[in-house]
């Protein structure tokens, strides 16, 4: 199995990464997926989730309300680590579970926003980073998810430098061109894995 780290800062199209390689045959694993699906309605996280937290945690419906947990566990750092004391082994359990159903062939991905800053490389036989310059993903977060100039500066500001990304990379997919460009790039990296994989 070889186990693929995918990182990239935010607006530089590592979904859209994930996307292509989940379409050629990877196992694609987004851990903040993940982090959601383990506090569904009826799961155990969720019931523990309450239970630190209380039921203003939850939406009418019963589900978890996220920004008004976000608004608790952000502004208090006991809070937060008591939140990831109750998700973090719910997501680890899972991917365990995925990992052990995966055959030994499996190009596994696993989509890792904080890659760099968590110091995670060496959990992976390979690094691939989805670059693109500062200016370029700024626009992107305006235009695709209308977030304020101000504020896509600071969410990059507070995430890895693109230098610090790309020191970390085994490989570099740009993605600052189109989205012709980006798809060859991935077929050439696809075929690198799969070498790879086939090496052992």
Do not use: C
């Not at 590592?14 to 009826?42: N, T, Y």
């Not at 390979?126 to 101000?150: F, T, Y």
């Amino acid at each position: 199995m070889l186990k693929i780290g995918l990182t990239g800062g935010i607006g530089s199209g590592k979904s859209e990464v994930a996307k292509r390689l989940s379409a050629k045959g990877a196992m694609v694993i987004d851990a903040d997926r993940i982090a959601r699906e383990v506090v569904e309605p009826g799961t155990p996280g969720l019931a523990r989730v309450v239970a630190t937290f209380g039921e203003e945690v939850l939406r009418p419906d019963g589900s978890l309300n996220r920004e008004k947990l976000g608004s608790v566990v952000f502004a208090d750092s006991e809070k937060l680590a008591a939140l990831n004391a109750i998700v973090h082994p719910l997501v680890g359990e899972r991917v365990a579970e995925l990992q052990r159903a995966a055959s030994d062939d499996t190009i596994m991905v696993y989509d890792v926003p904080l890659l760099v800053e968590n110091n995670l490389a060496p959990m992976y036989d390979v690094v691939i980073v989805v670059d693109a310059p500062d200016d370029l993903r700024i626009r992107r977060l305006a235009e695709h998810r209308g977030m304020p100039e101000p504020d896509a500066k600071a969410r990059i500001a507070a995430q890895a430098t693109r230098e610090e990304r790309l020191a970390a990379a085994d490989i570099v997919i740009p993605n600052d061109g189109s989205m012709q460009e980006l798809d060859a790039r991935v077929e050439e990296v696809w075929q690198d894995l799969l070498a790879r994989a086939a090496r052992g």
